[in-house]
């Protein structure tokens, strides 16, 4: 499984290759190759059964990855495209099992429709309120949608167009095969967005098979609100109000029933269009406090553009578990820290976009 991804572009390469050979490319069409390359030094505490380990961490900034995609005018206003996302560690040069997106579509001034691996409609809203736009130390991405879904498979997803600075988007996933609704998440969004205040709601609803009781069918619901205002200075202070209820997996490891809330408030500043910082605070409080608990949680990142694919950066994340509970929050999704711990990372890296 480690190596689809790498055999999967070959053989994408190969079809390009086999396609401008035997024939002209259509008007109008497109093939893109490009990608991300992160790589950090990374230390971390409070992560697991050792206290402390530094490591080269693949990822912090931005998953790194490959990228397929290509489009075709398609004439009256239309065009059908495509894009692929196999992921890997750039640490070892391994492909992860795990693709980042893999999804078809088709649009036009009527809309927007995709089909495949892809976002949630929550993650566009949310994604644009998190100040370091989803890295791995995101404390958004990390607690807020802990175990809720970011993104998805076997997904039909329609984004509206813009009609007075409001957009509407709509999923619905199929999950598992048959007749059963394990896996099914359905979605709505609306969005509004005149420069300089952003305005989002999502609200996802899906369903779980019990992974003590495969027999049982377990449901969730997640609502999000993101706010985002942008001052001419080049600040934007953001925030973002998610609750959720119900019964949420990690299949087929962690399963839990739990409710609750939690609050971002955020800032980032393009100082100069070189220098960039960001700042993010997370507060979730857990009604239960018995899987999952009530914790505090700050992410701390300053970026400096070699380029303007290139950047430098360094990156810190904590996490204050209030209470020791079975499955802590961690401060990266590449460690688990065990229960009672409060973890802590710091990563200095170098991003390169091509």
């Known amino acids: 499984m480690k190596k689809m991804g790498v055999v999967a572009a070959l053989l994408l390469m190969a079809g390009g290759a086999h396609a401008g050979a035997w024939g002209e490319e259509p008007a109008g069409s497109s093939l893109t190759l490009s990608g991300t390359i992160d790589l950090s030094l990374q230390y971390l505490a409070n992560s697991g059964e050792d206290v402390s380990n530094t490591d080269l961490a693949s990822g912090v900034m931005s998953a790194s990855r490959l990228e397929f995609s290509g ?30 997106h893999s999804y078809l579509g088709l649009k036009g ?9 892809q976002d949630t409609p929550s993650s566009f809203v949310t994604g644009y309120a998190d100040p370091s736009y989803g890295s791995e130390y995101s404390v958004m991405n990390n607690m807020q949608f802990f175990y809720a879904p970011y993104r998805v498979n076997n997904a039909i997803q329609y984004h509206s167009p813009d009609f007075a600075g409001f957009s509407g988007r709509l999923m619905y996933a199929f999950g598992e095969q048959g007749n059963t609704k394990a896996g099914h998440f359905m979605s709505a969004a609306l969005e509004y967005y005149s420069h300089p205040l952003y305005i989002g709601f999502a609200s996802e609803h899906s369903y779980n098979r019990d992974i003590d009781h495969l027999d049982d069918l377990r449901s969730s619901q997640d609502n999000y ?39 971002q408030f955020g800032v980032r500043w393009d100082i100069d269009g070189r220098n960039r910082v960001h700042a993010s605070y997370v507060h979730r409080h857990d009604d239960n406090n018995t899987d999952v608990g009530t914790a505090d949680g700050v992410t701390l990142g300053y970026l400096y553009g070699l380029s303007k694919r290139t950047d430098l950066y360094v990156n810190y994340s904590y996490v204050r578990n209030s209470k020791s509970v079975s499955v802590p929050y961690p401060v990266t999704w590449s460690t688990t820290p065990l229960q009672g711990q409060s973890p802590s990372a710091v990563a200095v890296g170098m991003r390169h976009r091509f």
């Open 225 to 263: 609100l993101s706010v985002v205002y942008s001052f001419d200075n080049g600040v934007e202070p953001t925030f973002m109000f998610h609750t959720y209820d119900g019964y949420y997996t990690y299949a087929p490891y962690v399963g839990f029933d739990t409710s609750g809330w939690d609050v």
């Open 71 to 100: 489009s075709e005018d398609l004439g009256g206003g239309n065009r059908a495209y495509f894009t692929f996302q196999p992921q890997f560690d750039a640490s070892t040069g391994e492909g992860k099992e795990t693709f980042r």
């Open 109 to 117: 001034g009527w809309g927007d429709l995709t089909l495949g691996r």
